[in-house]
Nanobody, 124 residues
Framework: QVQLVESGGGLVQAGDSLRLSCTAS????????MGWFRQAPGKERESVAT????????VHVDSVKGRFTISRDNAKNSVYLQMNSLKPEDTAVYYC?????????????????WGQGTQVTVSS
């Protein structure tokens, strides 16, 4: 089992950047596919980006392509989400998730472990 802790959220202005981090406890972090998801007020949780165990494969939702980048450092048991050119519509609670069941996961229901989330608020 793995425990996930997100950090790096905050209040920023439109156009600013933030880097979210998610650190996993336990062993064998490199055996987990990882992902970032977000939930805005009054909306369902949606996928932002996911990354395979090695980091070779990534996918980003269309609304963040060219602005957000997911990456991981298996030596540090961490996955990151670099967010540039932030927009007010990026305001949400951002969650980190993990699964050991497959090399690379895409859908929310493929992920087994979730962090508590970190709030990102972008003012206009």
């Amino acid at each position: 089992q793995v425990q996930l802790v997100e950090s790096g959220g905050g209040l920023v202005q439109a156009g600013d950047s933030l880097r979210l981090s998610c650190t996993a406890s336990g062993r064998a972090f490199s055996r987990y596919a990882m992902g970032w998801f977000r939930q805005a007020p009054g909306k369902e949780r949606e996928s932002v980006a996911t990354i395979s165990r090695s980091g070779y494969n990534t996918v980003h939702v269309d609304s963040v392509k060219g602005r957000f980048t997911i990456s991981r450092d298996n030596a540090k048991n961490s996955v990151y989400l670099q967010m540039n050119s932030l927009k007010p519509e990026d305001t949400a609670v951002y969650y980190c998730a993990a699964t050991r069941a497959m090399d690379w996961a895409i859908r929310q229901d493929e992920f087994d472990y979730w962090g508590q989330g970190t709030q990102v608020t972008v003012s206009s």
